[in-house]
């Protein structure tokens, strides 16, 4: 089981955030974890590359940027976190 901390900063400040728990992570199915953290916290889902898989999986840590989404958003990045 892990926990995985979902943060949007704007400035250097978090501005919202959100937790989701995953029984049983798996790296294959990584793009669903996203799509539900960007439903909780009602933003577009980011495109989801295989760096930023690997980035989670490796150093527990990802960040989507302005670029990594398709549509407009008024925030500077997405910070999902493995927190335990």
Request: glycine share 2%; net charge negative; aromatic share 14%.
């Amino acid at each position: 089981m892990i926990r995985i901390w979902a943060k949007i900063i704007d400035d250097s400040k978090i501005i919202k955030s959100c937790e989701i728990t995953v029984m049983n992570y798996d790296y294959h199915i990584f793009e669903e974890y996203v799509r539900e953290i960007a439903y909780k916290l009602d933003i577009p889902t980011p495109v989801v590359l295989d760096k930023h898989i690997i980035d989670f999986t490796v150093y527990k840590s990802t960040r989507f940027f302005k670029e990594d989404f398709v549509e407009s958003v008024n925030f500077d990045k997405l910070v999902l976190e493995n927190i335990g």
